[in-house]
């Protein structure tokens, strides 16, 4: 089984930032790729970032500019820095695995459990 750990939400100021951590564990061959959504008070959940397994990373454009996402391979882990906060950018956020158990093994999806971030005007 997969665990995806998340930390760093919290309570921000409008212009602050915060810091958002994911972890991943478990009997992973391989990790294809590690995004961050979000899911804003009574909204449907949306992609944030992503980062692949080469490094590549794309955004929203609702957070160009202000966000960036980096990984540390050797720990399996992802981070979300995000920059110039915005009340608009108040949510659950969710890390989101994509996944190979085996070498043989297809794609698997994992979500983590979701971090509160609140961003005061």
């Known amino acids: 089984q997969v665990h995806l750990g998340e930390s760093g939400g919290g309570l921000g100021q409008a212009g602050g930032s915060l810091r958002l951590s994911c972890a991943a564990s478990?009997?992973?061959?391989?990790?294809?790729?590690m995004d961050w959504y979000r899911q804003p008070p009574g909204k449907q959940r949306e992609l944030v970032a992503t980062?692949?397994?080469?490094?590549?990373?794309n955004y929203a454009d609702f957070v160009k500019g202000r966000f960036t996402i980096s990984r540390d391979s050797a720990k399996s882990t992802i981070y979300l820095q995000m920059n110039s906060l915005k009340p608009e950018d108040t949510a659950v956020y969710y890390c989101?695995?994509?996944?190979?158990?085996?070498?043989?093994?297809?794609?698997?999806?994992?979500w983590g459990q979701g971090t509160q971030v609140t961003v005061s005007s």
């Open positions: 478990g009997n992973i061959f391989r990790i294809n790729h």
């Open positions: 980062i692949t397994s080469g490094g590549s990373t």
């Open positions: 989101f695995a994509g996944v190979r158990l085996t070498l043989v093994d297809g794609s698997r999806d994992y």
